[in-house]
């Protein structure tokens, strides 16, 4: 079946151009205390049959800016402004009814908890089968054959008896493949994986995984990938950009990147990575301080208040994504990783007692509550508090 949508999609595209381009991508929700900026200038292209992984902690904009890229938020408080052009065709003021030709066909979403994302109450054959009908205009009886086959290709045991249960009959790895396999369905050229591996264990990780890389590899789909782990993405992404308070502050090819990291967010999402070579019970290494408000957020750098390395100029001045090298490395920092700079910088912040900076130096452990750490550092070390007088104060 052809659609609208899809004659112009064929007209405006060929297989030589990125398949996403999005330029200066906004979207802030307005609540009464203000404008919540939640994706807040990101910019980013994407080649057909690649894979991206957006990395942040939870409130990074991560999940926004995947649900702004497709059109789902539809909430009335939103506003997206900027560019989202997907081969060719700009999606930024396109209405529901106009993308409900794309969502499915052309781009697809596996969303973060599949137990709420699946309806309880209804048969997963069923919903595996809704939107196959409505698309590809198949009747019931070869809408159950593909969605058997689905099932199969999934890795579903049992398929047939599979298709006649409800969600609450599956395990968490079996509901994470039929929203997989919904999300196949229709064969999309581009798919969101939000978080696809949360709250399974380890072992269940691995094989939806696994999973995601065969079917994108067999398919030859574009795929994001959003995390808040470094760990998901090595290995299976061509890019990784990272995003902290809406923005993207380093995007590099995925070698690239954990070869020569810059950004000391990127660093501290690494450090707090538990480590099997670390003995049992060891305390995970946490980044000190919690995200900021994304309604009134601190001046400069977003990241100086719990930054190791922060100066007087983070604080002050905003950082912006430098020019690509010649790996494709970006990155948006004042004193990046790895340089002189950086260096002199850290030891200042430790000589002068610097909250966050004895917390990533080991020597006390990290809280979300940056004034409670301040407080601690003032009891164990000594350190008198770090103020605005001294150059490397928080």
Not at 189 to 196: G, S
Not at 248 to 273: N, R
Request: net charge neutral.
């Amino acid at each position: 079946m052809t659609t609208t949508a899809d004659v112009r999609l064929g007209n405006e595209s060929t297989d030589n151009e990125p398949l996403l381009v999005v330029e200066d991508l906004r979207t802030h929700f307005m609540v009464p205390a203000g404008a919540v900026k939640a994706v807040d200038g990101v910019s980013l292209t994407l080649e057909r049959g690649k894979t991206l992984g957006v990395v942040g902690e939870s409130g990074s904009g991560k999940t926004i800016l995947s649900r702004s890229i497709m059109g789902l938020n539809v909430v009335a408080n939103a506003v997206t402004t900027g560019s989202v052009r997907y081969a060719g065709m700009e999606l930024v003021g396109q209405t529901p009814k106009q993308m409900k030709h794309l969502w499915g066909v052309e781009m697809a979403m596996v969303f973060q908890d599949p137990m709420t994302s699946l309806n309880p109450v209804v048969k997963v054959g069923r919903q595996l089968t809704e939107h196959v009908r409505q698309h590809l205009g198949m009747n019931k009886s070869a809408a159950k054959d593909v969605a058997v086959e689905l099932l199969r290709s999934v890795r579903i045991p049992e398929p047939e008896a599979r298709f006649d249960n409800y969600p609450h009959q599956m395990s968490g790895g079996m509901r994470q493949r039929v929203c997989i396999a919904i999300a196949l369905a229709c064969g999309p050229k581009m798919l969101f994986a939000d978080e696809p591996t949360t709250a399974l264990d380890v072992t269940v990780q691995h094989q939806i995984l696994n999973l995601l890389a065969a079917q994108q590899r067999d398919r030859f789909m574009t795929m994001i990938m959003v995390t808040h782990d470094l760990g998901v993405v090595a290995g299976r992404t061509d890019d990784i950009a990272v995003m902290y308070a809406g923005k993207i502050v380093e995007k590099a090819p995925t070698g690239a990147l954990f070869a020569d990291m810059k950004h000391p967010y990127t660093q501290a999402l690494l450090f707090s990575i538990p480590k099997t070579s670390n003995p049992k019970h060891t305390r995970l290494t946490a980044i000190a301080g919690r995200p900021p408000d994304l309604i009134s957020p601190p001046a400069g750098c977003k990241f100086a208040p719990r930054c190791p390395y922060a100066q007087d100029r983070c604080r002050e001045e905003e950082p912006t994504l430098t020019v690509p090298d010649a790996t494709g490395h970006q990155y948006a920092c004042h004193f990046p990783i790895g340089t002189s700079e950086s260096e002199a910088a850290f030891q200042r912040n430790l000589d002068a007692g610097v909250p966050q900076t004895l917390a990533a130096a080991g020597r006390v452990q990290a809280t979300d509550d940056l004034d409670a750490l301040e407080r601690i550092v003032q009891t164990k070390v000594g350190a008198a508090p770090a103020g605005a007088s001294q150059e490397g104060g928080h």
